[in-house]
C-alpha cells in the first residue's frame, strides 16, 4: 500500500529562522520525490524535486532524502511570513505512472 | 502563457445530475491527471491519462469517468454525483512521466447536494 505521512501541523516559527518539514514514505525503491507549496484556496505549486540520496538546494529550500530511512525533508531557511502555506510531500512509487501525495503539513510564519 | 484551464470553477448540484468538469492544457503535455482534494485527506488522484485514448485509474475512481480524445482536454465526468463527491478538484498535466514539470489548474470547488 503506498502511503506517504506528514505531521500536519501546524509548525510554528518565527520569520528569520529555519523550517523544517518531514516526510516517510512506504514504498521502498521509490526514485521520486517532490515537495509542494499550496496556498490556502490555490493549487498546488511545485517548490523542490530530489531523486538522489543526500541534499538538494535551490535558494532558500533544501530538500533532503534518506532512501534507507524512507524520509524525505524540506528545511526553509530565512522563513518569511510569505512561506506561510501547507507543505505538500509526493512521491512517485517504483514502476507507478501515478504521484501518491501526504496529507500536508501548515507552515505558520509570525513576523 | 503555459496554463491548464478549468470549468466551472465553482459548482453546485444535486444528487443525480450528470456534471462534466472540463480541463484544457496549452502545453502540449501527454500526460494529464484529475485529483480530489479533501480536509484530512489530502490529495488523491482520480483518474490519469499517459497520452490520447490511453487513461487508467487512479487511488480514488468509483463514481468517475474520464476520457482523452484530445491532446489537449481531459474532462472530468459524474454520471450520477453524489454528496460525497463534494469535493475541491484539481486537473494538472506534466510533459513526460517525471513528474518534475507537472502543472496544476485552478481547481473546481464542487458541491453535490
Known amino acids: 500500500q503506498k502511503e506517504v505521512e506528514q505531521n500536519s501541523g501546524p509548525l510554528s516559527v518565527p520569520e528569520g529562522a529555519i523550517a523544517s518539514l518531514n516526510c516517510t514514505y512506504s514504498?521502498?525503491?521509490?526514485?521520486?520525490f517532490f515537495w509542494y507549496r499550496q496556498y490556502s484556496g490555490k493549487s498546488p505549486e511545485l517548490i523542490m524535486s530530489i531523486y538522489s540520496n543526500g541534499d538538494k538546494e535551490d535558494g532558500r529550500f533544501t530538500a533532503q532524502l534518506n532512501k534507507a530511512s524512507q524520509y524525505v525533508s524540506l528545511l526553509i531557511r530565512d522563513s518569511q511570513p510569505s512561506d506561510s502555506a501547507t507543505y505538500l510531500c509526493a512521491v512517485n512509487p517504483p514502476l507507478d505512472s501515478t504521484l501518491t501525495f501526504g496529507k500536508g503539513t501548515m507552515l505558520l510564519v509570525s513576523p | 502563457e503555459a496554463q491548464v484551464t478549468q470549468n466551472p470553477r465553482y459548482l453546485i448540484t444535486v444528487t443525480g445530475k450528470k456534471l462534466t468538469v472540463t480541463c484544457s492544457q496549452n502545453m502540449n503535455h501527454e500526460y494529464m491527471s484529475w485529483y480530489r482534494q479533501d480536509p484530512g485527506l489530502g490529495l488523491r488522484q482520480i483518474y490519469y491519462s499517459m497520452n490520447v485514448e490511453v487513461t487508467d485509474k487512479g487511488d480514488v475512481p468509483e463514481g468517475y469517468k474520464v476520457s482523452r480524445k484530445e491532446k489537449r482536454n481531459f474532462p472530468l465526468i459524474l454520471e450520477s454525483p453524489s454528496p460525497n463527491q463534494t469535493s475541491l478538484y484539481f486537473c494538472?498535466?506534466?510533459?513526460?512521466?517525471?513528474?518534475?514539470?507537472?502543472?496544476f489548474g485552478p481547481g473546481t470547488r464542487l458541491t453535490v447536494l
Open positions: 514504498d521502498r525503491g521509490s526514485q521520486s
Open positions: 494538472a498535466s506534466l510533459e513526460g512521466l517525471g513528474f518534475s514539470t507537472q502543472y
